[in-house]
């Protein structure tokens, strides 16, 4: 009650944000007039002039009247749309590294040019992420016109680009691309052998579109580059057909669909492990033996997909193919791949072709990438709901801008029937009721199944419509254009991120493009004209009859996605209406519902076909989704702890990295390296303040020779009269280093600069592989240390830190050695293969399903670790004299004529 009061004396903290850039707007107005008077020329001066400001040292806050004053006349004369005042505090909250809420059809793509063109003055380099590549293409070309008016780089970024492309792109002043694209380069990025072949260059500010569902949906699971393992594939197809038998009895398996999990019972083990000795499979001991892990993770695997996953919900099949399905888009996901052996069990499951399983190379989460950002802010018509998060994790305040034009869309109260048949049957009532009146309707469903039961049943009334679902997703943009059209019926499974406004009457500009390209340029004024007057004429009939009507046939788990498919009607003050159709059969009601719902309608009187409304019942949905929300929100959080432990270790890592590549020599942290090897195995062999008799001297010899491949006559020295430890390190450091020195004499000093290099910026990123996953089997089970009262998350922290101390260790060791055993071989027979195959490597996306901890991933070929050596050069090779072709450079081709490069044939590493 007095926050109440409160909040009407002294406004909300939104009101007084938008208090204090209400009081800039006059100033950026100001300069219009002037402006305006300006010639093209002159206008597009004003970047140079900006530019020079701020190499004087002129602050951005100080600029930014009179830039967005700027780009607002550039975007009048280049594009014809003026930003609207609302426009212009949007682009101040976007400037000030917050969230910027704006409602459907507010115009955001045009908002985000005023901090875009602003912050791109400074030359560091501007991120515009969306959620989709059409998007990326359709922005960067429509907007990138105004940015080259005003002398603005422009660069995109797509699936298929090859490096020098990519390079060039993210070296302009402003880069557009999806969040996808720009996580996997990083990764790829932090996998080369050479800061010249690195695509990205610093992190300045990014922009991101659809921040919701970029920052929130797609934050469970890790983006992931990954490379195939060696395991074979039969056991999927093996288990698939024990399993599809044991699922036929419920009583073999606990599924939890709140929690969207499956264990197997008492009986479900005893039968599995009965079935799998029968067929061959568990051959000793139990099901749950160290030696059957492999078969408990298929077995496991296989029932998640035969009971959590639907086809045509969670994944449809296609030319042979397991397709995912975008929960938060509708949208196919081609090429992406569930990892940990899911989608094998998938592909399994639907008897097609069953393809080798991935393991880790390189991952981030979404959460840790985007707080790489110095600076970082995004836009969306929906994440009042989601506040707190954004704040907690990323520290971005929400702004909610106010509508240009009042909405005028009417929200009507949900409508709760007994079953989703009566629920269906109500839903195309209200259709045929729209349709008479011409009033388009959007019918939002959650599935491609429910899509097309609406579809049948629509066509069982022979009512036309369109479906927009995963299986038509290539006609999308044309299909949403026309879903304002007089008594257009469009089917959608999921509105988030289509791109293209629905407005009322059609899609002007889409209609002018598809129609008037087929017309000879004679032609095309005469139906120009014909198609505006049209449309005019339609928008009139559809304002009459109400506007758009957005059907929602269930509620989601988020409010945010509801909120989002109502978002579509009632854009720019048009007429328009809501309504949402449920069932106490909807996954909504029925996994978080109460149970006595059901009965206590029915002792209530509910008839068959009646439908109970009332604003109670609103209420209490949105408290459930609430919970829904909340819990989804907490394994966010959880995900992020964990992930923070490999993100201060991934840091870590790829700084070090680059700092190897960006040194002439690395023979300093080399010949450190060995040091401390060799001092370890001494400290290992000869305890401090041990006796003499107790020093394990043959040993230490022994570790040498592994280690060095020396020789070394250790016993004799730690026999000698009052040798100590120290004395000992001293004698083995000095062997060592002559060995080691004899061989860059050999090798050659360029050469030998070169190989130390190599070596090391390979071997790490092979511990580095290792270590993910065993962090990954350290994760899985870190929660059963909770049954022994300690807390998982700490003890997941100690024993990562122990791991990582024990590959740095390693690392020392490793490369020691490969630079003691190394050596220039001459037989071209045995020539080594590059250490990564390109071809074989994937990048994974996070699944935007409800499926915590599952990681998707599509091929996309990266770069093989070799380093081009193109500062080797030497004395003149000459084919006919064998002992000068040791000059040749690594990658040129080998004199002996045999078409391989020289580092592959004679001049093989050994």
Partial sequence: MFSSIARAIIGTSNDRALKAYRRRIAEINGHEAALATLDDAALQGKTSEFRDRLAAGESLDRLLPEAFAVCREAAKRVLGMRHFDVQLIGGMVLHDGKIAEMKTGEGKTLVATLPVYLNAL????????????????????????????????????????????????????????????????????????????????????????????????????????????????????????????????????????????????????????????????????????????????????SLRAHTLFTRDVDYIVKDGQVIIIDEFTGRMMEGRRYSDGLHQALEAKEHVTVERENQTLASITFQNYFRLYPKLSGMTGTAMTEADEFDEIYKLAVVEIPTNVPVARKDGDDEVYRSADEKYEAVAALIEECRQRQQPVLVGTTSIEKSEIISNLLNSRKIPHAVLNARFHEQEAAIVAEAGAPGAVTIATNMAGRGTDIKLGGNLEMRLKTELERLPESARPAREAEIRAEIEAAHDIVHAAGGLFVIGTERHESRRVDNQLRGRSGRQGDPGASRFFLSLEDDLMRIFGSDRMGPMLEKLGLKDGEAIIHPWINKALEKAQKKVEARNFDTRKNLLKYDDVMNNQRKEVYAQRREFMRAESVADVIGEMRADTIAQMVERRIPEKAYAEQWESAELAEDVKRVFGLELPVIDWAAEEGIDESHLRERINEAVEAHMAAKAANFGPDFMRFLEKSILLQTLDHLWKEHLLALDHLRQGIGLRAYGQRDPLNEYKAEAFALFTAMLEDLKEQVSSVLAHVELGSDPATAPAPAFDPASMFTSHPASGPYDGVALAEPQPTLAPEMAVSTYRAESVDPNRPETWASTPRNAACPCGSGKKYKYCHGRVT
């Fill in 122 to 301: 400074s030359g560091k380099g501007v991120h515009v992420v969306t959620v989709n590549d059409y998007l990326a293409k359709r922005d960067a070309g429509w907007m990138g016109q105004l940015y080259n008016f005003l002398g603005l780089s422009v660069g995109v970024i797509v699936p298929g680009l090859e490096d020098d492309a990519r390079r060039e792109a993210y070296a302009a002043d402003i880069t557009y691309g999806t969040n996808n694209e720009f996580g996997f380069d990083y990764l790829r990025d932090n996998m080369k052998y050479a800061l010249a072949d690195m695509v990205q260059r610093d992190f300045n500010y990014a922009i991101v579109d659809e921040v919701d569902s970029i920052l929130i949906d797609e934050a469970r699971t890790p983006l992931i580059i990954s490379g195939p393992s060696d395991e074979p594939t039969e056991l999927y197809n093996q288990v698939d057909g024990i399993v599809k038998q044991l699922v036929e009895d419920p009583e073999t398996y606990d599924k939890d669909e709140k929690f969207k999990t499956v264990n197997l019972t008492e009986l479900g083990s005893e039968r599995v492990e009965q079935m799998l000795s029968e067929a061959g499979l568990l051959t000793e001991g139990n099901l749950y033996d160290v030696f059957n892990v492999s078969l408990v993770h298929h077995t496991n695997q």
